[in-house]
Each structure stands twice: as structure tokens, then as C-alpha cells.
């Protein structure tokens, strides 16, 4: 897929979420200020790019997407690693896999266990 694809096809869904004509959209506008996205339309919108795309963002990357631009670079660095500094490369054929993350990721807690209890007894003295 080349970079131009990827920036299509983000641009595309953000314009499908937004209910907005995709040539209103810039890769230089900022999703909060400038597109409206609150935090939970901002997770929202990048848990649909993780679908279409097959890729997991990390929470850690999550404060670096801050505008359309940051998206677009973000996700074409995930797919396109060696192509993601020249716009019009294509991608090498077959399916491109993202890099094994080396840190768990946060949003998928664990339910932790309660602490076993211990009965205690009280003697009386004798």
C-alpha cells in the first residue's frame, strides 16, 4: 500500500466519522482544535484506523497523534517502515506486518485477584 493510500483511506474515515465532506479535511488541522474531536472521539477514531489498517497504537503513541498529519505519518511509519519518508513509495508486496511492541499493552487490564485472608484465632491466655 503506498504512503498516498494510507493518507486517502485516513482521510476517508475521518470524514465518514465526522458526517464531513473529505476535502474539508487537512493534514494540517488538529484533531481537537480544529476537526472538534474530544478525547473519546479521538480514541474512538484511532481504534477504527487500528481495524482498518490491522495494527495496534499503542497508549504510549496516543499524545504524539495530534493532528491529521501526525495520523498519517504515524500509521504510514507503522506499515511502510523503510517507505514511510518518501510519499509515493509502494509498499513491498504481501500483507505488512507492524513490529512486535516490546511493552504490554495498558488498555487490556488483568482482573487481579483479592489477597488471600487469613483466619485469625485468639487464645486466652491460660
Known sequence: MTNAEIA???VTALGEYLKRDRSTIAPGQA???DLGLDSMATIELLFRIEEVFDL???????Q??????NVIDYVQARLNP??????????????AKPAPSTSAPTRRATPSKPAPTRAVSRKKPA
Open 31 to 33: 484533531l481537537r482544535d
Open 8 to 10: 486517502d483511506q485516513i
Open 64 to 69: 504524539h497523534l495530534r493532528t491529521v498529519a
Open 56 to 62: 495496534q497504537i499503542p497508549d504510549q503513541d496516543l
Open 82 to 95: 523503510t517507505a514511510a519518508s518518501t510519499p509515493s513509495k509502494a509498499a513491498a508486496p504481501g500483507p
